[in-house]
């Protein structure tokens, strides 16, 4: 299905949540910039947003993964355009306890 809508997933998204995206990209962040996380798997990460947003942390290394190819696509397109290739990456790495892990599905479904 996201294949399919990929490429109009950014407008769809904001439009559909009626702009709160955008708000819970920023809450996200806010809520763990205090960790102060250097790396960080963004599970779903679908076309890069909230890894886009993350970049505000200044981690180390973000790592996006998604079951969406052409999400992953048009995340790519974006990172390069933003010149963050060397920061955001598409390849997985061994994470430990002290690793950040964030996505729109988990923090969504998390009430704090």
């Known amino acids: 299905m996201f294949n399919n809508i990929a490429w109009r997933y950014d ?3 904001h439009l559909l949540s009626l702009g709160v995206d955008h708000y819970w990209r920023w809450r996200t962040i806010n809520i763990l910039k205090k960790e ?54 598409r390849k997985s790495t061994r994470l430990n306890s002290s690793h950040t892990v964030i996505s729109y599905a988990v923090f969504c479904l998390k009430k704090k």
């Open 11 to 13: 407008f769809l998204n």
């Open 36 to 89: 102060k996380p250097q790396l960080i798997l963004d599970a779903a990460t679908g076309t890069g947003a909230l890894a886009l947003s993350a970049m505000r942390m200044k981690p180390e290394k973000i790592f996006g993964i998604d079951i969406s190819e052409d999400m992953l696509a048009i995340g790519r397109s974006k990172i390069k355009a933003k010149k963050l290739t060397e920061k955001i990456d």
